[in-house]
T-cell receptor
Framework: DAKTTQPNSMESNEEEPVHLPCNHS???????IHWYRQLPSQGPEYVIH???SNVNNRMASLAIAEDRKSSTLILHRATLRDAAVYYC????????????FGKGTSLLVTP | GAVVSQHPSRVICKSGTSVKIECRSL??????MFWYRQFPKQSLMLMAT?????????EQGVEKDKFLINHASLTLSTLTVTSAHPEDSSFYIC??????????FGQGTRLTVV
């Protein structure tokens, strides 16, 4: 499976935008880029996913580099409830297959 | 999004006993369910994949006789930890999907073996 690399942790102030980077230089042409987040003692929660084009939904935006070797999850206005571990995951199908979780980025949001 | 429910959310059992964890898809038919395990301060590790009506496929290093998975219906999969020991204490999480669609996760089950 193609691997992803994320910073171990990031910190943001409340109500400011947050850009969470992910490198995936060995991504294949059929890999989708997924983002999930996990709050303490809860199961992961789907955030967003994409293939080539940038994606927006009510939770976040996903910016995918033109060569697809990196992507950035954008939280437009961080809130305290956004403090979680964010996982960037590649899957070889439009989700529904087993997801291989890396270590993710632990996001701390301070008031 | 779709709802996946796990039960129980927390369980404490004695060493040597067996524990069953249920994973239900409440509003869709889950043709595939996945079971993960997460130790403290670590990431989720895939244990097995089960397709409805078929035997589960276990990841390398996961004992199929210890972690029994049943996926007899399109809305229910169960994980039974047999002869549990303290090292089996962990956070167990299931996810479910329909025919290759998005995977939805349960809220997890905290197992403590004493």
């Amino acid at each position: 499976d193609a691997k992803t690399t994320q910073p171990n942790s990031m910190e943001s102030n409340e109500e400011e935008p947050v850009h969470l980077p992910c490198n995936h230089s060995t991504i294949s042409g059929t890999d989708y880029i997924h983002w999930y987040r996990q709050l303490p003692s809860q199961g992961p929660e789907y955030v967003i996913h994409g293939l080539t084009s940038n994606v927006n939904n009510r939770m976040a935006s996903l910016a995918i580099a033109e060569d697809r070797k990196s992507s950035t999850l954008i939280l437009h206005r961080a809130t305290l409830r956004d403090a979680a571990v964010y996982y960037c995951i590649l899957s070889f199908s439009n989700s529904g297959y087993a997801l291989n979780f890396g270590k993710g980025t632990s996001l701390l949001v301070t008031p | 999004g779709a709802v996946v429910s796990q039960h129980p959310s927390r369980v404490i059992c004695k060493s040597g006993t067996s524990v069953k964890i249920e994973c239900r898809s409440l509003d869709f038919q889950a043709t595939t369910m996945f079971w993960y395990r997460q130790f403290p301060k670590q990431s989720l590790m895939l244990m097995a994949t089960s397709n409805e009506g078929s035997k589960a496929t276990y990841e390398q290093g996961v004992e199929k006789d210890k972690f029994l998975i049943n996926h007899a219906s399109l809305t229910l999969s169960t994980l039974t930890v047999t002869s549990a020991h303290p090292e089996d204490s962990s956070f167990y999480i299931c996810s479910a999907s329909f025919q290759g669609g998005e995977a939805f996760f349960g809220q997890g089950t905290r197992l403590t073996v004493v």
